[in-house]
């Protein structure tokens, strides 16, 4: 009992320490490469990993882990030049939007289900990421106006549109990662999987560090390929990897983007983000129609192999049956054939 207490707390650990560490990457990744006008910055993934955490940990793992993101954020926020007031509201914000986020795809979207289906998959974005990302929107600019004089309408787009984006991206494939042990049946040989995301890490990149064609068709069949190999665990790591890659690449001013040049930096890393949202999408539905399609075939075969397996005990429990019953109706002398009636009769 003591030792199971022990291993679920060190998986609770590792997976705050985890969720953490991408809040704060996010955070570092947004806050020094990609603010805009406003402060808000035009890619905003953070609130993801913080979503993921109100979702997966109890009570006092999550107070934990909103501590050390609040206070990350703060302290970047002041190292970039933020003020007092900024940095010490931003991080509210944020964490505002992602625990709203956490209760209604927790209260409508069953999240916490042991493998997520596309009703869940499918609710999440709708019932959860869209509601939460426009309320935060109100108040982030509501704090714009107040502090910078920019209008209601930029503000909120400024802070809705890249927070929606963002953790539409991270939050299902985070709960989808961490319920790897729930697609046993998608587990492949590590060399298997090691080369496969090697292999669309290299095509990502092959298709965001060039400017001069759009590429981002060919992400789709590598990212299908993936899905229908490696599961919804799979697909969810191949999903975070190509947004890892693509967006920093974007912001730097690469991939197939650059052909929209009415478009501004903020515009194009939106233009990213929406197609990794897309294939994020088609990722995971596909993976997870897979894994339901699979699992419903392992079921009808086992139970296929228990019926025979009955039907095979009930003939062997019959055998047993007859074979019993013909010992026991044979008495001491029988089991000769009885003279016939017609030879009784004449011996009398």
Known sequence: MQGDKAHVRRVRAGLAIGLVAGYVASVLLSVLASRG???AASLWTANGFLAAAFILLPGAWRVGVAAACMA??????????????RAAMFPVVNLLEAAL????????????????????LALVPIAAIAPAAALAGVLGATINLALTGQSPLDGWLAWAAPGALGTAIVLPAVLLAVRAGQYREFARPPLETAAILAGLGALVAGVYLQNDLPLQFSLFPALTITAVRLGPPGAAAAALLTSMIALPLSMLGHGPAMLAPHLDAAGRVRLTELVMAAAMVSTLVTAVAVGEQTRLRQ?????????????ERARRAERAAAEAQGLGGQGPGQGRSAPPRERIAGLV
Not at 101 to 120: D, K, N, P, Q, Y
Not at 303 to 311: G, K, L, M, W
Request: hydrophobic share 50%.
């Open 37 to 39: 006008e406003g402060g």
């Open 72 to 85: 990350a954020q703060a302290a970047v926020g002041l190292a970039a030049g933020d003020g007092p007031g």
């Open 101 to 120: 986020t956490a209760w209604l795809a927790i209260r409508f979207c069953g999240v916490r289900a042991r493998r997520l289906s596309l009703r869940e």
């Open 299 to 311: 079921l009808m075969l086992g139970r296929d192999r228990a019926a025979r397996a009955a039907r």
